[in-house]
């Protein structure tokens, strides 16, 4: 079984944790299709679509 050389300092051991439970930004960016924010490489959440074409019905029962 493997068994670490030195032991971790508390410093190294707490960077280590600390980068758990850090706040990560959301790649916004604009939909091409209404001009809201969504997140990159997902379906628009306001208009449904997804590289002009429609993946998601939104609001009204339409297709
Ligand atoms: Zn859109």
């Given amino acids: 079984m ?3 050389k ?3 300092s508390r410093s190294r051991r707490d960077r280590r944790r600390a980068n758990h439970d850090k ?3 959301p790649n916004l960016s604009t939909c091409t299709r209404c001009g809201a924010f969504k997140l ?3 379906a628009c959440g306001s208009c449904g679509y997804y590289r002009d074409r429609k993946v998601l019905s939104v609001g009204d029962a339409e297709a």
């Fill in 23 to 25: 706040v990560v930004k």
């Fill in 2 to 4: 493997p068994v670490p």
């Fill in 6 to 8: 030195e032991k971790l």
């Fill in 40 to 42: 990159s490489h997902r």
